[in-house]
């Protein structure tokens, strides 16, 4: 059997280090607070932006979005949801269920997906919402935050 004992490994050429599949290369993360609001029936940002310059063009990019969506009372209207990678949506349109509330209520929407950018230029990703029929769809309130996640993933 034998050991190898080293204090420390440099690559050869700055940038160009071994990838193990299935592990991650980078991780970003940001997280806003304060409602937003839409009547708009095409998609508006809701804040949660990140960009990521992948490190190989065979990376596959894990997205993780974790928001409140505010449906207020006497609102009957649906909130969907989508990710624009560079200007394109990927991925479904995630409707949450039309409701008619008498009170206000707050339900936590996630939303995962796994893109194949192939590409290793900046790349930005952000998610957006839109309302289903023109009426009033809030993200986000009191006390509450959205998170948004990405991962690099080697393959």
């Known amino acids: 059997m034998s050991i190898l004992k080293v204090d420390t490994i440099n690559e050869k ?70 990710i624009n990678r560079a200007g394109t949506i990927v991925g479904d349109h995630q409707a949450s269920t039309q409701m008619y509330t008498t009170a206000n209520e707050y339900e936590n929407v996630q939303i995962q997906y796994v893109d194949e950018p192939s590409t290793t230029s900046a790349t930005e990703y952000k998610i957006q919402y839109k309302s289903s029929n023109g009426n009033t769809v809030y993200v986000n309130g009191d006390n509450t935050q959205n998170h948004f996640m990405l991962m690099e993933i080697a393959q």
């Not at 990838?19 to 806003?32: C, D, E, K």
């Not at 928001?67 to 949801?81: D, H, L, R, V, W």
């Open 13 to 82: 050429t700055s940038g160009n280090g071994v990838a193990i599949p299935g592990h991650v290369i980078q991780f970003l993360s940001m997280r806003t607070d304060g409602s937003r609001s839409t009547t708009s029936t095409s998609l508006s940002d809701t804040g949660l932006t990140l960009t990521i310059t992948p490190k190989s063009t065979s990376s596959k990019i894990v997205i993780f979005a974790n928001m409140y969506e505010i449906f207020k009372q006497g609102a009957n209207t649906s909130p969907m949801f989508a």
